[in-house]
């Protein structure tokens, strides 16, 4: 093996707001069908996730929207709101869930919490 076979290429580096002494990694492939939407939400931890086929609307915050497509990564913050809903040809997407001593991956709908 050459190493000209080889292409390493970082495609997310993400920094994450404090320290987390993560214990495992759990990894998921989550599929919604069209235009479900989850809606407003937020998780117990950081979520690391890549559309792996339809498309998804992803929007951190009051920050504007965007439409992922397969190969697109997104991050969604411990505690911050997020929106991921199903596109209109529904998505699969892979989600990986860093998790501490005895912690499980929870999402927390707030759309109580939300104006609008």
């Known amino acids: 093996m050459s190493v000209e076979a080889i292409t390493r290429e970082v495609v997310l580096d993400q920094v994450l707001p404090a320290d987390l002494p993560v214990r495992r990694v759990q990894a998921r492939r989550i599929t919604m069908l069209p235009e479900t939407a989850v809606g407003v939400h937020t998780h117990n931890g950081p979520v690391f996730g890549s559309i792996e086929s339809g498309s998804a609307i992803y929007q951190l915050r009051d920050e504007p929207e965007i439409m992922l497509k397969p190969g697109d990564l997104f991050y ?6 997020i929106r991921f809903d199903a596109g209109p040809d529904g998505v699969t997407f892979l989600a990986y869930f860093p998790v501490t001593e005895g912690q499980e991956p929870l999402l927390e709908l707030v759309e109580d ?3 609008g």
């Open 76 to 81: 969604e913050p411990a505690e911050e709101l």
């Open 113 to 115: 919490r939300v104006e």
